[in-house]
């Protein structure tokens, strides 16, 4: 099956919205899914400690403005855990609006799909085992699929369109954030958020909303992977120059990791500061002249260019010294007969005869749809015979409720919702994350969000992993992902006392 966790965040603002996942749409008539809910007990190693853990899926009633729904979870409570001090993580990926079983399976859970380092082998002989990178010794996991996604549904006499804008949508969560807290006597727990791609425009929305409501809810941490909070700052229009100085550090991970950068001597991380400082200081000096820069300055620009990201100078000096993240794709590999994945550029396949480029690092996803169904029923015992939804049939920009706009790449101020919890929680903290190979949500995406949001950077934790929007498929990425969460918690939640030795 075909699954993308963030559709709507392409390489360019003009690019189509991708093609949704064959997943069949919630009957509203059907029989609910979860009469009650499904528990299960396990035991397992993680951050280093071997724990006792109880697996709850079960479904939350959730009101709000918009309408009602009944949204399905996938928790992991620590057995023996201090209720009133133990941390929650709420974690969901994007879309718009795709279920959570990407980020569960993938690289949170106690369980998760083992990729092996090598990309090329076969995805189909990936299977599930134990991780030790979850951060559940930290704190407990809840999984949460918005409706019309996974088993949630809305309410009779509320339409799924209804929780189809960026308010609408996290209002939702954000209601099941409070109503699964009261359900299970945690009202006074220090709570997280995470969300990946658009996931992290949604947490972003939830942090205002809990920040400035009636009876505010103070996060103490929220984690953005893959975040697309800015994504007006790096959508690639010809003339939004910034965009190509943020996209040029990940294009030139992706040449060194296929060989065609001139690395002289460097290892990665020395190679991307020395991108990073070249696109910051003389590549956005010669943009912003545009047609008035001096011919021998676009020569040099170009020269370098075409060390760092493997495309040879003419072909910058041919393009006004710019290339989109998607004809990048395109162009790295085409003496092989290859394009690169749009979510993971290590990933590669044959280039069409016409057409679009596909997606190759679509494996990951599609694996991990794979394993999740398969965990759900042998493991977590989940026998549904209602379907599980992996994403909404949100067909376009203007199915979405963008405010003000009508694409993501409008002026929603999405980072603000981090600035109005900042402010409500003197010790809240974010981690913003991403993938090196990512050509959707970029890595100099993130470090503009991080350096031009107005955010307290002593707040703010920038971190880039080996790996792309999926970045926890690679086994490292996860430790390290796991290990970063954990940093978080320590930073900011009081000590968990009345804890049950194991």
Not at 28 to 37: E, G, I, K, S, V
Not at 95 to 114: C, E, M, Q, T
Not at 205 to 226: N, S, T
Not at 277 to 283: I, P, S, T, V
Request: charged letters at 15%; proline letters at 7%; glycine letters at 8%.
């Amino acid at each position: 099956m075909r699954a993308l966790l963030l559709p709507l965040v392409l390489a360019s603002a003009a690019a189509p919205l991708h093609a949704q996942p064959a997943s069949p749409a919630p009957a509203q008539t059907a029989q609910h899914a979860l009469a009650a809910p499904v528990i299960t007990h396990h035991k397992g190693t993680f951050g280093g400690q071997t724990l006792a853990y109880t697996a709850q899926v079960e479904a939350t009633e959730v009101k709000t403005v918009d309408g009602a729904a009944r949204l399905v979870s996938f928790a992991y409570l620590r057995d023996g855990a201090n209720p009133a001090t133990r941390p929650v993580l709420f974690a969901f990926n994007g879309g718009p609006i795709v279920a959570s079983a990407y980020v569960h399976v993938g690289g949170l859970g106690p369980r998760r799909a083992a990729f092996p380092d090598d990309i090329a082998a076969d995805p189909a002989k990936v299977t599930l085992a134990d991780n030790p990178a979850s951060p559940l010794d930290a704190a407990d996991l809840v999984f949460v699929d918005p409706a019309s996604t996974g088993f949630s549904t809305v309410a009779p006499g509320t339409d799924p369109h209804a929780f189809w804008s960026v308010r609408a949508d996290a209002a939702q969560v954000a209601a099941f954030i409070r109503a699964w807290l009261a359900a299970h006597g945690r009202t006074g727990a220090p709570v997280y958020v995470l969300g990946e791609s658009y996931g992290t425009n949604r947490a972003c929305e939830i942090a205002r909303q809990l920040a400035q409501g009636p009876d505010p809810l103070p996060l103490a941490g929220v984690v953005l992977y893959g975040q697309a909070a800015n994504i007006i700052e790096y959508a690639q229009r010809p003339a939004n120059v910034t965009s190509y100085v943020a996209s040029l550090p990940t294009l030139a991970a992706i040449a060194w990791y296929h060989g065609r950068a001139d690395r002289t001597g460097m290892d990665l991380p020395a190679f991307l500061a020395a991108a990073r400082a070249f696109a910051k200081g003389d590549y956005l000096t010669v943009l912003y002249q545009g047609s008035g820069a001096p011919l021998a300055d676009r020569a040099r620009v170009a020269g370098r260019l075409a060390a760092f990201t493997g495309i040879p100078a003419a072909w910058y000096l041919a393009h006004d010294l710019r290339i989109s993240k998607e004809r990048y794709r395109v162009e790295l590999l085409k003496d092989k007969g290859l394009v690169l994945g749009r979510m993971d550029a290590r990933y590669t396949m044959a280039a069409p005869a016409q057409g679009g480029a596909p997606d190759a690092s679509e494996a990951i996803t599609d694996t991990l749809a794979r394993l999740f169904e398969r965990y759900r029923h042998d493991e977590l015992k989940v026998a549904e015979t209602q379907p599980y939804v992996l994403s909404a049939p949100v067909e376009g920009f203007d199915q979405w409720g963008w405010g003000s706009g009508t694409s993501p790449f409008a002026d929603w101020p999405y980072y603000q919702g981090i600035t109005a919890m900042m402010a409500a929680n003197p010790r809240f903290q974010v981690l913003v994350a991403n993938g090196y190979y990512d050509t959707q949500t970029t890595m100099g995406g993130a470090e503009l969000l991080a350096t031009q949001s107005g955010w307290d950077p002593q707040r703010v934790t920038l971190r880039y992993y080996d790996g792309g929007h999926t970045g926890y498929s690679v086994a490292a990425t996860a430790q390290a992902l796991g290990n970063d969460i954990r940093m978080l918690i320590t930073k900011t939640a009081p000590a968990q006392t009345g804890q049950a030795p194991r």
